[in-house]
């Protein structure tokens, strides 16, 4: 039975004018609209509880606030980085800059990077003080960053960054957050097993089980997360809630070009020209043209799935700021749904939406459009192909 406290807690977190959590017999709580939205409007906006970078990502020079992840690269640096091309121009100026150097902080003993004195301090009271490394390069942290990247390659799902953000949120504050025994619930019921607790990971989530132990084991609160049976929830969750994180200068500065009161003629030039910087950006980095990152929102992980999705996530802040964004038109008590699956994914057929969602998120959709197609046959198509990655599209 759901903890009536818990819709209490999320209804004062909400614009209650615009949506309220409820309790969902199929899937636990969700959210559904207050009132009649129009479609384009913005629901609600918020923060992670913590966030992280992936540690491929800041290997390959993918620059970000260590704490909010907004890009610390002008577009024009993160053009080049992505092109390997250092006389590539903009075609027009940046009169708007999203990224200011002279702002920059950063943090004294391991001189990670911060957007702003603000993010440096969120960063240093919720989490940091704890698992700074200091800047010693044998610090155990960073050779536990090497072993993780060794059996996590992109694309990637979590990093270790994010997982010692959760460890340093705990230690600092002294307690567990509740959100994280919702969590711990909800795999326990769903009576399936995630992707990654296969027994071919479970070997390479014990040696960092055990690795992170011998750093931090001495909190009596950390060797209560980092339990067997916890840690492997806690892996299950991020795999189940983590919402992904991309931001960019370069598309920023891409949309206010997309603004600009330009001519006819001026517009054909001009996309002319950034098609071709975006071939070129993808000869060189395929899809992996952004900050990436993942996040636990409290929030956002209440709204469930639909293959008919009618509110989307947005990272319109340039940060790990999300907007929850009406896809269409919404009635006074439709539930909001998202979709977990890609835009190729919603288009291939409903057998393989249905195992990609068991195997990653731990259930069987029966949304409007599964129902609508269940005589469909249970197979997947030679088109679509049978492995998660031929399922996967940029």
């Excluded at 050779?143 to 390659?153: C, G, P, V």
């Excluded at 994914?345 to 969602?357: A, I, N, T, V, Y």
Aim: contains cysteine; negative net charge.
């Amino acid at each position: 039975m759901m903890n009536p406290e818990i819709l209490k807690s999320l209804a004062n977190k909400l614009d209650t004018t615009s949506c309220c959590p409820f309790i969902s017999s199929a899937a636990g709580v969700g959210l559904r609209a207050s009132k009649d939205i129009a479609a384009e409007s913005i629901l609600f906006r918020e923060e992670p509880l913590i966030s992280g970078q992936y540690s491929w990502g800041i290997i390959y020079g993918y620059e970000a606030c260590h704490h909010c992840l907004k890009s610390l690269e002008t577009p024009l640096e993160m053009l080049r980085r992505l092109t390997k091309d250092q006389n590539l121009m903009l075609p027009l100026p940046d009169d708007m800059p999203s990224v200011d150097p002279s702002s920059f902080e950063f943090c004294p003993g391991c001189k990670v990077a911060f957007c702003s004195k603000q993010c440096l301090k969120n960063a240093v009271g919720q989490y940091h003080s704890a698992v700074c490394t200091n800047g010693d390069p044998n610090h155990p942290l960073v050779k536990l960053d090497e072993l993780w990247r060794n059996i996590h390659y992109p694309p990637e799902t979590t990093s270790l960054v994010f997982i010692v953000k959760i460890i340093g949120l705990v230690i600092v504050s002294g307690k567990i957050p509740e959100i994280f025994g919702e969590f711990y619930q909800t795999v326990e019921k769903s009576g399936n097993t995630h992707k990654v607790l296969q027994p071919e990971f479970i070997a390479q989530l014990d040696m960092l089980r055990d690795g992170l132990l011998q750093i931090f084991g001495e909190n009596s609160l950390v060797q209560q997360i980092l339990t067997r049976e916890n840690f492997i929830s806690l892996i299950a969750l991020i795999g189940m809630n983590g919402q992904g994180i991309g931001t960019s200068s370069f598309a920023d500065y891409c949309k206010r070009l997309d603004n600009l009161p330009l001519t006819k003629d001026e517009r054909d030039d001009l996309d002319n020209r950034m098609e071709k910087l975006y071939d070129k950006i993808e000869e060189e980095v395929g899809i992996f043209t952004n900050v990436e990152g993942t996040g636990l929102y409290e929030l956002q992980s209440k709204l469930n799935h639909s293959c008919q999705p009618n509110v989307q996530i947005v990272f319109g802040s340039s940060n790990h700021e999300l907007s929850v964004v009406a896809l269409r038109d919404i009635q006074q008590g439709e539930e909001l749904c998202i979709s977990y699956l890609s835009c190729c994914q919603l288009d291939s057929s409903r057998h393989s939406r249905r195992k990609f969602l068991l195997q990653n998120y731990l259930f069987e959709c029966e949304c409007m459009k599964c129902e609508a197609q269940k005589n469909d046959p249970d197979v997947t198509s030679d088109e679509e192909g049978d492995s998660e990655e031929e399922m996967e599209c940029s």
